[in-house]
């Protein structure tokens, strides 16, 4: 598969280009420039498929030319090491009474809509994105073996900083320089685990927000002479070999419910810098039979009118519940807008959008634990409350993402459902305060010295 530019003027590049520059030199983001076909694998695949023999089998294929089948089996076995996890809710009937609760009334796909949750918080620090991070630490690492290279990843993170730190740590040949903002501090990184004390991480505080962070990130991989000195490449979706690994969800998903799709497929998805709608679509180009996605979004709703075919505005932020979703610019707006150019027609009866509000996410939260004994974080929530909106006039299945550890918004939760979750040891061990290897001010120059004087 090779990428181009979401802005013309650029020639096609190999995805280990892609992956280790990141950025187009002509601007953009990069972007699939012709598909590969994985219907005739999926042929195979059903409920009884683990995700590390799915992985094994796609990765030769979904990156084809890049790597053989024994490198796949490679990146699958440390990509892996977790793996989702498909809850099957059982049909809701019309009207949503309780018999439509497990152990109810039976129902089908012609007298009601059958919901499930896919459960992707499953690795080291709890959130969706471990996987996604992991398998690019993965393929770097795989890359850089066979040229005893070494690069730095740095990436701008809000809340995920220990996610890339776990999925860097001691990764040979790797370096993470992460930049955060001030009022958001890192937890979970041990100072052992940084450069100055022999690690391989840099956290790096930045007197400014998260935008800003995401915004030096940008000058830091464009500022070529500098990114070209340490081999710089970024952790954040910018990087198609970050962003491309989520389509795996949207695959594993399908193939456990194919057997018993009766209707329509729909994956009803947390909604914030359009990640996983660009990747499900993807899946889709990619073919995998689904009807529908819907982008779950919080009262920030940012890219609703967009979706709906209206002019992208930014708006003023509204911090809510759900803050994973609190986005007034989503990142992959730019991949999305290049997807309607190419099929505006399909996309205008695939994608549908929907706003939820704090009540209803609270009020979601603790009916979802009442009716099926199961907790949600507030972004799950979202994506949980929509695709009931949505499925009023649906007939088959609804995947929902569950995309973070409700552990994590224990507060939240408590405030929902009036129980107190227990925070799994993993977890736990994250909330360590993380010391800053240097506190910069928000430019350029003082985030390439801080990185210079580590070595």
């Not at 950025?23 to 694998?41: A, I, Q, T, Y």
């Not at 099957?88 to 949750?117: C, Q």
């Not at 890219?303 to 007034?328: C, K, M, Q, Y």
């Not at 190419?342 to 704090?358: C, G, L, Q, R, T």
């Amino acid at each position: 598969m090779r990428f181009v530019s979401t802005r013309s003027g650029g020639a096609s590049v190999s995805f280990r280009t892609a992956v280790l520059r990141c950025l187009p030199e002509e601007g953009g983001l990069f972007v699939p420039e012709s598909p590969p076909d994985l219907r005739e694998f999926m042929l195979y695949m059903d409920e009884e498929t683990g995700f590390f023999e799915m992985l094994s089998s796609l990765i030769p294929v979904l990156f084809e030319g890049e790597f053989d089948s024994a490198a796949a089996a490679r990146i699958a076995a440390s990509a892996a090491a977790f793996e989702p996890e498909l809850i099957r809710l059982g049909p809701e009937t019309r009207g949503g009474n309780e018999d439509s609760a497990p152990g109810g009334k039976a129902g089908s796909a012609e007298d009601g809509l059958r919901l499930s949750i896919l459960n992707l918080y499953n690795g080291p620090t709890g959130t969706f994105l471990d996987f996604a991070i992991t398998f690019l630490a993965a393929l770097l690492e795989e890359m850089l073996s066979a040229r005893s290279a070494r690069t730095m990843v740095v990436s701008a993170v809000r809340g995920t900083g220990i996610s890339v730190a776990r999925a860097f740590l001691g990764r040979r040949g790797i370096t993470a320089a992460l930049l955060y903002p001030e009022n958001f501090p890192i937890l979970g990184i041990e100072a052992k685990d940084c450069v100055n004390r022999g690690g391989n991480i840099i956290p790096i505080q930045v007197e400014g927000t998260a935008d800003d962070c995401q915004a030096l990130v940008t000058a830091l991989v464009n500022d070529r002479p500098f990114a070209e000195r340490h081999n710089l490449t970024s952790a954040n979706a910018v990087n198609p070999g970050r962003l491309l690994p989520q389509v795996f969800y949207f695959l594993y998903g399908f193939i456990q419910l194919k057997k018993s799709l009766a209707g329509e497929l729909a994956f009803s998805l947390p909604t914030g810098n359009l990640g996983s709608l660009i990747t499900g679509l993807y899946a889709w180009k990619f073919g995998m039979p689904v009807n529908s996605f819907i982008a779950a979004m919080n009262s920030n709703n940012a890219a609703g009118a967009f979706i709906r075919g209206r002019e992208f505005s930014r708006r003023p932020l509204v911090a809510t519940n759900s803050p994973r979703l609190d986005i007034t610019r989503p990142s992959n707006l730019e991949r999305l807008a290049t997807f309607y150019r190419e099929a505006p027609v399909v996309m205008k009866n695939m994608v549908f959008p929907e706003s939820i509000d704090d009540e209803t996410t609270l009020q979601t939260m603790k009916k979802v634990r009442e009716r099926y004994g199961i907790f949600l974080d507030p972004q799950s929530a979202v994506a949980f409350a929509a695709a009931e909106k949505t499925g009023a006039d649906f007939y088959g299945d609804i995947v929902v993402f569950a995309v973070e550890h409700p552990a994590r918004y224990a507060d939240t939760v408590y405030r929902a459902t009036g129980e107190r979750i227990a925070v799994p040891a993993r977890l736990k061990a994250l909330e360590q305060q993380t010391e800053a290897v240097a506190r910069i001010r928000c430019d350029l120059e003082s985030v390439e010295n801080a990185i210079a004087g580590c070595f």
